[in-house]
T-cell receptor
Framework: SAVISQKPSRDICQRGTSLTIQCQVDSQVTMMFWYRQQPGQSLTLIATANQGSEATYESGFVIDKFPISRPNLTFSTLTVSNMSPEDSSIYLC????????????FGPGTRLTVT | QKEVEQNSGPLSVPEGAIASLNCTYSDRGSQSFFWYRQYSGKSPELIMSIYSNGDKEDGRFTAQLNKASQYVSLLIRDSQPSDSATYLCAADGGGTSYGKLTFGQGTILTVHP
C-alpha cells in the first residue's frame, strides 16, 4: 500500500485562527479523502479531494470552513478555518487503493487542539 | 442517513479465545465492507475487506458478510493481548458514493492474559 504522511502531526491553535494540514502520498492515487475523528468518536468523512476540481463535501461540512486543495495526484491540503474549540479533533487523510474495490489506507493523522 | 452499527462494547476475552465482532449496515447499496483496527493514539489500519457473501479468511482473522441480513462480522481466533484495540467496521457508499466510507462507532476489544 502507499506510504502516506501528514504535516503537522499535532498542533495547538488559538480560536479564530486557521490551520492548513498537508497530506503527501508516495505514489499517484486517484481518490483522496479527508476525515475527522472527534475525541472518543469514530471517523466522519469531511470531503473527497478531487484533482483538478472542487472537493465534494459531505452533509454538515462546507467549503468556507474546510477548504481543500488537490493540485496533483500525490498531494492535498485541508484547511480548518476560523477555528473554535469544537474543531479539536484528529484529522486524517486517506487514499483509495488501485484495486477495484477502493480499499482505503489512512495517514497518521493530525491532532488539533483549539484553545 | 446511512448508518453502520457495531455491537456494544467493550468486549473482553481471555488470551487464546475467539473474539467476535458484529456490525450491521442500513444502506443496501453498499457493496464493500472493511474492518479497521485502531490502537490508542494511532490511525486506523485496514485488516480485512469483504465484498461477497460468505466468509473470507486471512490468518487469524475471518470476515463474514450476509448482504440479505445486512450483517458483517469479524472473528479473531487465538486472540492475543496485542489484538487489544478498537475495531471499526466501515461500509462503502456504493453507486455514486463509491469510495465514501461510513464508519461504525467502534468496538473496544481487550484480550487479557
Amino acid at each position: 500500500s502507499a506510504v502516506i504522511s501528514q504535516k503537522p502531526s499535532r498542533d495547538i491553535c488559538q480560536r479564530g485562527t486557521s490551520l492548513t494540514i498537508q497530506c503527501q502520498v508516495d505514489s499517484q492515487v486517484t481518490m483522496m479523502f479527508w476525515y475527522r475523528q472527534q475525541p472518543g468518536q469514530s471517523l466522519t468523512l469531511i470531503a473527497t479531494a478531487n484533482q483538478g476540481s472542487e472537493a465534494t463535501y459531505e452533509s454538515g461540512f462546507v467549503i468556507d470552513k474546510f477548504p481543500i486543495s488537490r493540485p496533483n495526484l500525490t498531494f492535498s491540503t485541508l484547511t480548518v478555518s476560523n477555528m473554535s474549540p469544537e474543531d479539536s479533533s484528529i484529522y486524517l487523510c486517506s487514499v483509495a487503493g488501485t484495486g477495484g474495490f477502493y480499499e482505503q489506507y489512512f495517514g497518521p493523522g493530525t491532532r488539533l487542539t483549539v484553545t | 442517513q446511512k448508518e453502520v452499527e457495531q455491537n456494544s462494547g467493550p468486549l473482553s476475552v481471555p488470551e487464546g479465545a475467539i473474539a467476535s465482532l458484529n456490525c450491521t449496515y442500513s444502506d443496501r447499496g453498499s457493496q464493500s465492507f472493511f474492518w479497521y483496527r485502531q490502537y490508542s493514539g494511532k490511525s486506523p489500519e485496514l485488516i480485512m475487506s469483504i465484498y461477497s457473501n460468505g466468509d473470507k479468511e486471512d490468518g487469524r482473522f475471518t470476515a463474514q458478510l450476509n448482504k440479505a441480513s445486512q450483517y458483517v462480522s469479524l472473528l479473531i481466533r487465538d486472540s492475543q493481548p496485542s489484538d487489544s484495540a478498537t475495531y471499526l467496521c466501515a461500509a462503502d457508499g456504493g453507486g455514486t458514493s463509491y469510495g465514501k466510507l461510513t464508519f461504525g462507532q467502534g468496538t473496544i476489544l481487550t484480550v487479557h492474559p
